[in-house]
């Protein structure tokens, strides 16, 4: 089955505690991106990544770091966290950039205490 | 930057009554435009694009979306809600010019009362 895969789905964390939440997609795709979703403030992207190695920054990126080594996966890590990054955080593939139909995981809830 | 507006924070509409969710948007050069829902504790959903050509465009579970260059806009339509329909409804844009970066709007709750 074609998806998107994130991991953990619930985490809570304290402050200044380096984490990272997988994002794996068995699709093939070239694109792949974070975002991160507040109430009022709908979708916000942090970083998105057009290929293997190839990563830029999206509206949000402040207090998060991205990495592409292959092709499949696109880890999200927080380095040290703080409240303001509680959030719903999904993790999203597509064929090749923004023309394309983006596919979503099924989120990661995280909170920061 | 390209932007999106969502006005409406929650639209209740009838069972079998008709659905009209809006959107407007602002960017540089022609638009891309999409709508994804969201149901409850799950991720987005794809519902359709506007790339080029035809207006009026179809996509899944009976929606379409007419994009109107003029008034900038790309209104959701159903011509009759289910209770099903009840969800979180996106829309996003993409500029023709510049980077791969997608912006959503802040979502619009749809609430289909039986």
């Known amino acids: 089955e074609a998806q998107v895969t994130q991991n953990p789905r619930y985490l809570i964390t304290v402050t200044g505690k380096k984490l990272t939440v997988t994002c794996s997609q068995n699709m093939n795709h070239e694109y792949m991106s974070w975002y991160r979703q507040d109430p009022g403030l709908g979708l916000r992207q942090i970083y998105y990544?057009?290929?293997?190695?190839?990563?830029d920054k999206g509206d949000v990126p402040e207090g998060y770091k991205v990495s592409r080594k292959e092709k499949r996966n696109f880890p999200l890590i927080l380095e040290s966290p703080s409240p303001n990054q509680t959030s719903l955080y999904f993790c999203a593939s597509s064929l090749a950039g923004g023309l394309d139909t983006q596919y979503f995981g099924p989120g990661t809830r995280l909170t920061v205490l | 930057a390209q932007s999106v507006a969502q006005p409406e924070d929650q639209v209740n509409v009838a069972e079998g009554n008709p659905l009209t969710v809006k959107c407007t948007y602002s960017?540089?050069?022609?638009?891309?435009l999409f709508w994804y829902v969201q149901y409850p504790n799950r991720g987005l959903q794809f519902l359709l694009k506007?790339?080029?050509?035809?207006?009026l465009v179809k996509g899944s579970y009976g929606f379409e979306a007419e994009f109107n260059k003029s008034q900038t806009s790309f209104h959701l339509k159903k011509p009759s809600a289910l209770v099903s329909d009840s969800a979180l409804y996106f829309c996003a844009v993409r500029g023709y010019y510049g980077n791969n970066r997608l912006a959503f709007g802040k979502g619009n709750q749809v609430v289909v009362i039986p």
């Open positions: 960017v540089s050069g022609n638009p891309y």
């Open positions: 506007y790339i080029t050509g035809d207006n």
């Open positions: 990544s057009m290929n293997v190695e190839v990563t």
